[in-house]
């Protein structure tokens, strides 16, 4: 019998927090807002809804991208331990506080909520400091998100929920910011080797200065969507930013990756980015019915299905497994792709809202649900290899 391992690396706390968050913080969002069953919150539902999946879904993925990316960046030992104990600690009382926030002081609230993201970036900071590392940068992104989390609590305490709103819009961008980045360096990576172990012309392009236009353009979309929020011009940038994105996923060979869902899961990942925003900017510019659900193309579509699809394949790769998934995963995949599709053009498709929620919901939590019914054993267990780690 395996060693129980959750706490030896960064990604194993992490990526099961995640999935946990996944197949709870919806069909908990759905009981409240569909049939009315209280959470504990005093927020409206769809605010608490908002938060939490930014600031817990999305925000321990997050982290463990990081604690497992940084150590690969600046060739030191991972991140194990009592850190690790601590952080996913702050993590799980952030989201009992806020679950129940009616119940204990505001400023206890904020404190510990608030907190994930400066302690996350406390953790990560000494190695990238010391090697000059050029991923230095992505601590200014984590500031910012806390700063976007303090702005929703600070809106919500003064009864402004509209603010509030905004703040979780913002914390969106800046999180697409991030998936430009850091996705504009594994996607290529990953393709080519892919395509290189199944003995395929693995030889792929990039255009100069199409990265640099695509992260320049979603800074530019954070800064419409601070500055000019829902205006013609935070329209026409999102068009010009999907327009980038859409040239920059061109360069990626995504045809090829067909036959390897542990590939193309990343590319449809990547490929509601410049749906979402072309949607948004439709949306923004001309008010088309069709369009209205734009957000949820950049948060399911983008943000879920790259959480999914990275999760997946880090988890095998970091465990000493083949890169290989199994067919239920890949399944996964198709169930989180059908909530996309279900939740931002059902309406459009003439499906009542509430259906469309309830049916979304339920391809989004089975989709989770497979995802820990696979890798939970993988988390918590040794690597197949047997090395630490």
Known sequence: MQQCRLFASGFRPTFLAAGFAAVTLIPLWVAAWVFGVPVGSAW????WHAHEMLFGFIAVAIAGFLLT???SWTGRRGFAGWPLIALIT??????????????????????????????????IAPPLLRQRNRNTALLLV?????????????ALIRHDPEAALHSVILGIDLVLLLVTVIGGRILPAFTANGLRLAGANARIRLWPGVGTAAIAAMVGVAAADLLAPDTTIAGVIA?????????????????????????????????????????????????????????????VGVLATMILGVMSRAAL??????????PLTAAAYGLLLLATLTRVFGVAASIDYVLVVLISATLWTGAFA??????????????????PG
């Open 370 to 387: 497979l995802f820990l019914f696979i890798y939970a054993p993988i988390l918590w267990s040794g690597r197949a290899d047997g090395k």
């Open 44 to 47: 409206p539902p769809t605010l």
């Open 239 to 299: 068009a010009v930013a999907a327009v980038i994105q859409a040239v920059r996923l061109l360069q990626w060979r995504t045809g090829a990756t067909l036959t390897q869902p542990i590939l193309w899961v990343l590319h449809l990942g990547y490929a509601w980015l410049p749906l979402g925003l072309a949607l948004k900017s439709a949306a923004l510019l001309g008010g088309f019915a069709a369009s209205a659900f734009w957000l949820h193309a950049l948060t």
């Open 317 to 326: 790769g970091h465990t000493g497994r083949p890169l290989v998934v199994a």
């Open 142 to 154: 984590l500031a910012l998100l806390a700063v976007c989390n303090a702005a929703f609590h600070w």
């Open 90 to 123: 702050l993590w799980v009382l952030g989201r009992l506080l806020v679950a129940t926030c009616a119940w204990w002081p505001p400023a206890l609230v904020v404190a510990i909520d608030v907190s994930f993201f400066p302690a996350l970036a406390l953790l």
């Open 69 to 71: 990316a940084v150590p």
